[in-house]
């Protein structure tokens, strides 16, 4: 192995790492070829630093010289062991489950399709006048990207007769739930995009729905076309958004296939390490799909590999709360942009490229922070020899982490109404995060959901981790009561219990 000897300038090379290789062995990757670039100090001329243009940056000591077909090669075997794990974790859904899927799509087109007609025929259109309803997928669905457990994100598109208040929410609802497949069934109408909810053959499915002013809306309607699009509601227009958000992201990324196994490991980092689900203040699927497409963009050539170990470095020193957005050559349009700003602030990327939706609090940001650093430092070495992907996706050791929990416990006498109960509460908890954050609270609401079986009552219960020494944190009642003021105002249902109660770690259940 060559030395460089002591206190001859060479050359000087800025660097934050100096690392003396006099003893190094030669690593992996490298070949024993002269460096010509040498020496970061006038001092310790034997340091010296030499970063390549690869992904990830190496270093290299004196008198080696990567072998770019070794680094090709490790970044293979790294994507190999990748497509490995997924195949592991059961990460794309089975043929039989696809099949599933695709047969319930096809049910519930036909059942459009009866509805329409039935709909035309209560509001007198003439009998030659031919209508039509169709359905659009999104979502992660859409995307290609779901998992065993992902809902099916379908949107309902019908003409302009077709009204939601009545003929969507109650004849197509009454339509349903006669049904033998559907069960759970559950209307959404107060939100941004209202929607039903219900399982289709035991898969989760939300259908929001868009009118449009046609008479017949053909089965392969092109969404993006103006034509379609003029004078709609504004509610149908946000209920079209993803769908045009989805199709724009299939446009944009240059390799789908990679493109959708980097989201699919992503979803499942977010998941095993606590940072998804928008309702807790962390990622939705479409704040994922945005970033995972944006670093799609800027590499195109780049390996599965090298796209997940990008994506923790660009996030993970991104100067947020610059924005992020997809190129697609066009700006937002000035004044027609809802600017809601949060911590992590994503663009849509279809017009008027509103940012989605957040709840991201100040807490939640460090939490999501603190996950992209640690991917980063896991990711970022590529000649990492004992580097196995089963630790970047280790579960959040949320017992290790925090000696105590605030525990927040919903339930209802009725098991048909906890769904509804529970889904109500969660869609305010975002008050609740704020309110503790004001406590000056460091705590980490864990999206996971629990069933506590020493109760009788269907129930669902949440821990969320606080940080040692927050000991002022006396005043969980005062807390729930607030929170429960705020979460019976306005519920339609008869409402359930909530207790909020602080928990020590050990009393938390074996499964969490
Ligand atoms: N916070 C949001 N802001 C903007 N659009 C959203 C938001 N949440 C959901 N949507 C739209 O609804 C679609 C479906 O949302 P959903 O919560 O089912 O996530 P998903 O991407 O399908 O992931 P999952 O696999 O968890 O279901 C998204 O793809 C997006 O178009
Ligand atoms: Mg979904
Ligand atoms: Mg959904």
């Known amino acids: 192995m060559a030395h460089a000897q002591p206190n001859r300038r060479i050359a000087i090379v800025p660097g934050p790492q100096f690392i003396d290789y006099r003893t190094v062995i030669p690593p992996v990757g490298f070949s024993p070829a002269p460096v010509n670039i040498i020496s970061p100090s006038f001092h ?12 990830p940056p190496v270093l290299a000591p004196v008198g080696y010289t990567l072998n770019p077909a070794i680094l090709i090669r490790m970044d293979e075997e790294r994507t190999q062991s990748l497509f490995q794990f997924m195949v592991n974790e059961g990460l794309v859904p089975s043929p039989e489950e696809e099949m599933k899927r695709k047969d319930a799509i096809a049910k519930l087109k036909q059942m459009l399709l009866t509805w329409i007609k039935k709909v035309a025929w209560k509001r007198r259109l003439p009998k030659h006048q031919r209508t039509c309803a169709t359905i659009l997928t999104y979502g992660s669905y859409g995307l290609g990207v779901h998992g065993s457990d992902s809902d099916i994100d379908a949107l309902c598109v019908g003409p302009w007769f077709a009204t939601m208040e009545e003929d969507f929410f109650i004849d197509l609802r009454n339509m349903l739930q006669s049904r033998r497949e559907v069960s759970e069934i559950h209307c959404v109408k107060d939100a ?8 289709f053959d035991g898969i989760s499915i939300d259908l929001p729905y868009a009118r449009l002013k046609v008479l017949y809306v053909p089965e392969n309607i092109d969404i993006l076309n103006p034509f379609f699009l003029r004078n709609i509601d504004e509610i149908s227009w946000r209920s079209l958004s993803g769908v045009r958000a989805n199709i724009r992201i299939l446009q944009l990324v240059p390799n789908l296939e990679n493109f959708q196994s980097m989201l699919r490991c992503l979803k499942l980092w977010a998941r095993k390490r606590g940072v998804y689900g928008n309702l807790l203040g962390f990622f939705g699927g479409v704040h994922l799909a945005i970033l995972a497409a944006f670093v799609c963009q800027r590499h195109p050539n780049a390996s599965v590999n090298a796209l997940i170990s990008k994506f923790f ?23 027609n942009v809802a600017e809601i700003r949060s911590f992590m602030p994503i663009r849509l990327p279809c017009s008027p490229f509103e940012f989605c939706h957040s709840n991201i609090t100040r807490r ?15 990711t970022r070495d590529l000649l990492r020899t004992n580097f196995v992907w089963n630790s970047l996706f280790q579960p959040f050791p949320y017992t290790k982490k925090y000696p105590r929990f605030v525990r927040i ?35 980490d609401p864990n999206p996971s959901e629990y069933v506590d079986p020493d109760v009788a009552e269907p129930n669902i219960v949440f821990f969320w981790g606080l940080q040692p020494g927050q000991s002022s944190f006396t005043d969980i009642e005062s807390i729930g009561k607030s929170f429960m003021k705020n979460i019976n105002n306005g519920y339609e249902g008869s409402c359930g219990r909530i207790e909020l109660s602080i928990v020590e770690a050990s009393q938390l259940p074996k499964n969490a």
């Open 364 to 378: 939640t940001f460090q939490r999501i922070r603190a996950e992209f650093l640690r991917g980063h430092a896991m």
């Open 44 to 55: 310790h001329v034997h340091q010296v630093e030499v970063l390549v243009p690869f992904n």
């Open 409 to 443: 416990f919903l339930s209802t006498s009725d098991q048909n109404e906890l769904g509804d109960w529970v889904g109500w509460v969660k869609s305010r908890f975002r008050s609740l995060l704020v309110k503790l954050e004001e406590e000056q609270s460091i705590y």
């Open 192 to 199: 941004k995009v209202p929607l039903m909810r219900f399982k």
């Open 313 to 335: 470095e660009s996030f993970a020193f991104w100067p947020w709360p610059t924005p992020v957005m997809l190129q697609d050559g066009m700006m937002p349009m000035v004044g």
